[in-house]
């Protein structure tokens, strides 16, 4: 169970290339074999097992274990979890350029250090981080530790100041008196992770990624027991293609670290629909829709896109909703276009585009897979015959290296939106590092979303 994914060494491919007219034949950088899914982030696992090390955390019982990570050059919290009796779990998402992290007691301020790499070393906690390897880059004794964090606790601390027994501690639980709710998450830790489609699918895109620009981000509600339980969260439209009426719809899947692919859940988890979230008539599990017709639902049509640019303040959509039990299993919320249908002024339900390497859902018409330039089969979703993707969603971290921005809309922190490339100019193009980046299976170049040629992508009015 507790494997590490070690990867093979792959060769960098140019397969195929991107014949346009009017435009020079460029090769389209593509990961070997297409088991590349152009993921900007890692999620990692932590497990720590103290009782297998013979440790008493009695005394920490109930108190918070952060996790934070480096991020131009601040630490930043990017998950909490719990002690419990037999020890610390938990999840979380990381951009892909993390190297270092750190397992933090806000109680005590001990700390653990950890390195990620794609070496497979073994270590002496049970942590794993199934893709590239986590392992301790300090040998931290683990008796040091224990007697750090035990001996800052006050004589009988444990649960004792547990008002509503859910086994987090009165000084750290959010909902003190609600036995149901411990904390929650902000999902990313700050920013807003950007998804972006071409919508042309099954056909092939023009690699512009700017049909659909969303911004989004997520606040999850855990329990004690480290389960999570509702949502909240928003969806800031960026940019929309003018040609066709999408639609836009969320599921709900089940992330894996050991294979680092996600699955399905079982259905009727998702439950308690509510801001812009609706019932998903085809019936699918865990499915809503956010808009049939996301130019309708807006409250400006704007498209931000073309000769124009961005030329409108983005309109957020805000939506809620809860696990009909609460889940241990990762969660994570995927957001897809419902391609537009231009003969009813709809989005055609059976059309999904997602993030490649996530699952269509039930209703998603198969007789699509295969056609045109899709190559989705094999347990590869929605890549095509450059083993080019459809949809990314770009991990928001990195994006902190840019400038300071108090963006409209945006105003957190130094954040600075992902920077979508102009029409019919290629993601490579407007980013140079993408392709290395591609072609490493990303391995290079993890910050290539940071380094875009200015004239190639549009930098919204409101961000200035
Ligand atoms: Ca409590
Ligand atoms: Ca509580
Ligand atoms: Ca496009």
Known sequence: MRKFWMPTLLMALFLGSCQREGTETIPVPVAEKGNFDFKTERSIAVDIQFETHGLNLQPMLGTPVDVEILVDGRRLQVGRAFVKAQGVTLDVRVPSFT?????????????????????????????????????????????GMYLHMAGMRPEGGSNSRDFDRDGVDDDFDEFPQDPARAFTMMEPAWGYNTYAFEDLWPSQGDYDFNDLVLDHRIRWVFNGKQERVEAAGELVVRAQGAGLPNGLAMQLLEFTPETQSYQSLPAGLLGNLGGHLSQDPSG????????????????????????VGPNRIPDTLRYQFSLTQPSAAFVRTDFFLLKGDAATGQADRSM???????????????????????????????????????????????????PNN?????????????????????????????GTWARSNGRSADTWMTQSLSDKIWIPDWQR
């Open 99 to 143: 190297k270092h992290a750190w397992l933090i007691s806000p109680l005590t301020k001990a700390e653990l250090a950890f390195e990620l790499d794609h070496a497979k070393k073994s270590i002496s906690f049970e942590i794993y981080q199934s893709a590239m390897g986590i392992h301790a880059r300090k040998q931290v004794s683990e008796e």
């Open 284 to 307: 699918a599990a865990n499915t809503a829709i956010v808009s049939n017709h996301l130019s309708a639902s807006l409250k400006s049509y704007y498209t931000n896109l073309n000769d």
């Open 352 to 402: 999904e585009i997602h993030v490649c390497g996530r699952p269509a859902t039930s209703a998603a018409n198969t007789e699509y897979f295969g056609t045109y330039a899709d190559k989705t089969g094999n347990g590869s979703w929605y890549k095509d015959h450059n083993s080019m993707p459809w949809a990314m969603e770009i991990f928001a971290a990195p994006l902190l290296l840019g």
């Open 406 to 434: 108090a963006v409209t809309g945006h105003n957190v922190g130094t954040w600075t939106p992902f920077a979508y490339p102009k029409s019919k100019v290629r993601i490579d193009i407007a980013y140079p590092g993408f």
